[in-house]
């Protein structure tokens, strides 16, 4: 069945390009984005995620990249891996999914399969996403086209599990396509796959992921502002309770990002709408996506007691990007943390030296330092332990008789 497959890889972002570059290793494979001047930067072999290793940017010639939809007419099966974010209101916003299966619609032949990988709550693909397909190709689903969901599992600047390194979860609209869709993973992966029984089965089993680790996250933010009460180093009781095998280790701090931040607002979505209001995880949403606030609190008071807290002080954070070691800055609540401070009158400076200045200025409207000035902050705060910080000396970075220094990962006040 895979013999003359052509794929059409739909997002070239974190997901979609090592998709892409892996698959074309041994199939035709196009890869689409809507943005031009990423698919012009690709096709000078400039990856600016970061995600294809600058060592293997030269595989990245094999794949066919093209902003032209029109590009997408020979292939046969069709990958969509476009963002899910939320709205204003925290409730899913399937607009790029929609407009992708729009997309496909458009291009899709008799015979063709569309597999997604985007994030949803059980039910997405077959109620939202086929339909929009049927409609714009005039094509009836599981009659003349077919389906697969196989949910991405990319972890953003993790070079021990690369894609080929991950297991997948597979699933299809027919048993027929469901061992497809497994086959076709399968020649790509070093590590197999997990069929799922149906396409609904898949599609919950990655919401739920990110959802449990953003309901243990949540506690364990709440026992860091707990133990912070009762001058209680959090991260020293995490390294002892961590010696009994079945205990799970995290860290406390800011969840940001395209994944924990976001997809447990689906799962709640779907929830509510067959009449179930999900308390624990609305509660652990709530207490992570407050975070920002307290840690920003929290400074406020050492600055306080510190003698620091004048209008104009300067403030300095370091690291905007949602987690460390990456230039991923996809909702990342450390800008949450900067808009507290900037409440208080405060003049914060942001330093992030793996992030793009352009990208986070587009966004955000900051400006990052070039380089952090010395003995000029009243406040030093580690918002994003990237590794090139550890060749940092705070201490050096405050002001004669400062002592404000803040790691959000770390002992809340230090």
Known sequence: MLDNVCIGVIGLGYVGLPLAV???????????????SRVEQLVDGVDRTGEVAEDRLDEMSSVCFSSDPQSLKRCNVYIVTVPTPIDMNRQPDLTPLINASKLVGTVISRGDVVIYESTVYPGATEDDCIPVVEEFSGLTFNVDFYAGYSPERINPGDKLRPLTKIVKVTSGSTEEVSRFVDELYSSILEVGTYRAKSIRIAEASKVIENTQRDV???????LAMIFDELDIDVNDVIEAASTKWNFVKLKPGMVGGHCIGVDPYYLVHKSMSVGHVPDIIRTAREINDGMAKYFSSKLIKLMVRDGGLKKGARVLVLGVTFKENCPDVRNTKVV??????????????????VASS??????????LLCSPKHKAYSAVVCA???????????????????????????RILS
Do not use: Q, W
Request: charged share 30%; glycine share 4%; hydrophobic share 40%.
């Open 384 to 410: 994003v332990p990237h590794k090139c910080f550890s060749e940092l000396s705070p201490k050096t970075l405050l002001v004669e008789g400062s002592n404000v220094l803040m790691n959000v990962k770390e």
């Open 216 to 222: 243990n996250i949540a506690l364990i933010n709440e």
């Open 22 to 36: 892996e698959f074309s290793k041994k199939y035709e494979v196009v890869g689409f984005d809507i943005d031009r």
């Open 336 to 353: 949450d943390f900067v808009r507290e401070l900037e409440t208080y009158n405060l003049n914060v400076e942001v330093y992030d030296p």
């Open 358 to 367: 352009s990208e986070v200025r587009e966004i955000f409207g900051i400006e």
